[in-house]
């Protein structure tokens, strides 16, 4: 199993940044995706999460700026991230995770994770 984060950068706040999250080697409908990040010295946090039908989860800091979606035909997942603040600062990782288990199991797939920088 391999999931490949794409999209982070460097952008000012205000920007707009798109994540994508593409995943090989399992059944893609039968897992929930989800983005988390961690910011330096700070615990990983998951952010927003889509299920199969396209239900989304979110943080409450992201809720009305972040939206997650995916195509299942293509195994990937995506974050749009828009009204980018300098908190946002963080490395992004991608997440699997069987239905019915916890964000936190240890058999859940990981993505390498991408950095998003927002500048001030």
């Known amino acids: 199993v391999q999931l490949q984060a794409f999209g982070g950068g460097l952008v000012a706040a205000g920007g707009s940044l798109r994540l994508s999250c593409a995943a090989s080697?399992?059944?893609?409908?039968?897992?929930?995706m989800g983005w988390h990040r961690q910011a330096p010295g700070k615990e990983r946090e998951l952010v927003a999460a889509v299920l199969s039908g396209g239900a989304t989860y979110y943080v409450d800091s992201v809720k009305g700026r972040f939206t997650g979606s995916r195509d299942n035909a293509k195994s990937t997942v995506y974050l749009q991230m828009n009204s980018l603040k300098p908190e946002d600062t963080a490395v992004y990782y991608c997440a699997a995770k069987r239905y019915g288990g916890s964000w936190s199991d240890t058999d859940n797939y990981w993505g390498q994770g991408t950095q998003v920088t927002v500048s001030s």
């Open positions: 080697g399992l059944t893609f409908p039968n897992y929930a």
